[in-house]
Every structure is written in C-alpha cells, then in structure tokens.
C-alpha cells in the first residue's frame, strides 16, 4: 500500500504541464498570472469576489531562479491547478517601469516599489489576507513571504498553508511543512 501511494504522489508531482512563455519583458508569463493595473487595491478586491487569496510574485529578466520555479515547480499540474483555483496571481517586474499602486495608496515605478518593500531576491511571492488597511504597504500587510526558489513540495505546501491560514494557528510554516512532508512519504 506505502508503494502504490508514493507511486501515486511521484506521477502527480513528477509530470510537468507545459512551462511558461516567456514575455516582451523577458519575464515568464503562466496562463494563472493575471494581468492587470497593478493596483494593490483592486486586485485584492477582485480575488475576494473570486473567492481566492492575493499572490503577487516579484522576478525579473533573466533570473535562473525564477526559470527553475517555471520550470520545475509551477508546471507540475498539481501546483498549477492549486494555483489556479485558489489564488489570484499578480506579477511584478523587480526592475520594471510599470506604475503599481500599493494598498496604502502611494504608487510608483515596480523597481520603486520593489525597494519599498525591501526585496532583495527573486522570485518572492508575497501572500495577504482578504482584508487589509489602507495604512499598510503590501511587504508589512503580507502573511507570508517566500523568498527565491523551492522545491514542488515546499512550494505545494506553502500554497496550502496559506489557505489553511496556518499563519494564524501555533503550528510554523517549518514545522506545517515537516509534517506534511513526512504525511506524503508515507
């Protein structure tokens, strides 16, 4: 029985969809990213009547951490479809032009912006509540944030401890992780 459920989780981990195109702006673009006027606001508001979770993801060009996430995690259908049914994915061009406006109002340059914030690598991907202030910027609002690139379990889990709001319980992300991890082992 152990077997055929790690041959069961190997299958719906280990085949990957199709990877992500790449765009003008030499970022990748999945088909769950959302393109929209990068209004923190809006976006928030729009995954709430969708009934998701906020998820914006910060890269850029060229970055062989991101392509790794593309390629090797987002890809796998499991975590594409668990993307795609519970989050409202924005993306952010850690070096980009493009105006953002931030939930507590103030916008500027995504390059801006991102040094606002305080990011330093990419990916990141900043995870909210369905509610937030207007007092808040978006890095001081999230309720999680997953810095660089991680394996699909990591990010699998990540994703669930999100909307399982594990950020609000006693159980950390490590030890959510830890436990899940050995549950899917067997």
Known sequence: MKKLLALILFVAFAAPA?????GDDGLHKASWMRDTFKDLREDLAEANDEGKRLMVIIEQRGCIYCKKMHEEVFPVP???????ENFFVVQINMFGDVEVTDFDGTSMAEKDMAKKWGLLFTPTILFFPSEVGDDKPANAAAVAMMPGAFGRYTTFNMLNWVIEEGYNGEENFQKYHARKFAEQKG
């Open 18 to 22: 199709v990877a992500a195109e790449i």
């Open 78 to 84: 499991k975590v594409a479809a668990y993307i795609e």
